[in-house]
């Protein structure tokens, strides 16, 4: 079975994160998820995101939004370098400046791959990528005199520009389109906790193994057990979130085997399933 990418968040020290990226590949090149609510603005190229078992088709003014909960992965469509604007946004960080009328988290808040496209118009994309940049200076100038509060300032400004777009845009504008594995995506998600190989699943799908093995492939660039993984270590941290010990979430999270469910978990998150459970209540106490 194929390894999960290890993927460092250094949520203390790391509130929030700003980059603009050019270069032909994601900088996580299988499914993967994020501590962080992530916003993803595309800026030149066209990529398909995965998000779960739904597909986006993307173009350059397009935002894509994954909640902390959502494994993605995205597809570069042409032998050409895409831009994008990338920003990670730790919950912990953010919620406090949020009100009873204004909860600056909203566009995350919401049904796993479910209204992850947002719209923008140009002068929303162009105010974005403004204010992107400021955050950006704000970063490599913390040291001057009042740029904690312009960060912050700026940060939740973006939240509420992308709030809004998200709002307008609602929620059928941009409904994922059907695709070729999303059966076997869905057999995965249905049945998660139990026992899977390569021949239960083509046999409950009445398929040939081969076929879906290069199937999913083909079309996603990552294996069928990797994607299996990621859900059972995405799976694993709802667990721990919500009070279960380390055991239990192993045992509920479909891995049979405690070793490889710590090295898995730490592959994947960057954090032992117990790092994680004690990093999660001491930001939530």
Known sequence: MKKSRSYNYNEITEPYICDFTTSKVAGNV?????????????????????????RYDMKPGNLILFSNREIHKAINLKNQAFT????????????????????????????????????LSSQECDQLIAMAHILQDT????????????????????????????????????????HRTQTIMNYIDVHLTESMTLSSIADALSLDKYYISHLFKSETQSTIFQY??????????ELLTEGHTVAEACH?????????????FR????????????????LLS
């Open 30 to 54: 299988d499914f993967h998820m994020h501590n962080s609510h992530e916003i993803y603005l595309l800026l030149d190229g066209q990529i398909q995101y995965y998000v779960e078992n739904s």
């Open 252 to 264: 509920l999270s479909g891995f049979n085997d405690y070793s490889n469910f710590i090295r898995t």
């Open 84 to 119: 994008r604007l990338v920003i990670h946004v730790e919950p912990y960080f953010i919620q406090p400046y949020s009100t009873t009328a204004t909860n600056l988290l909203d566009c995350f808040n919401r049904d796993p791959a479910k209204n992850n496209l947002v719209q």
């Open 139 to 178: 970063k490599k100038n913390h040291c001057l005199y009042g740029n904690d509060l312009t960060a912050v300032t700026t940060l939740i400004q973006i939240l509420i520009l992308i709030n809004r777009a998200w709002q307008k845009t609602g929620f059928s504008k941009f409904t994922p389109k059907p």
């Open 228 to 237: 299996i993984v990621v859900k059972r270590v995405a799976f694993a941290k």
């Open 267 to 282: 592959q994947t998150t960057g954090y032992t399933p117990g790092q994680f459970k004690r990093l999660n209540h001491s």
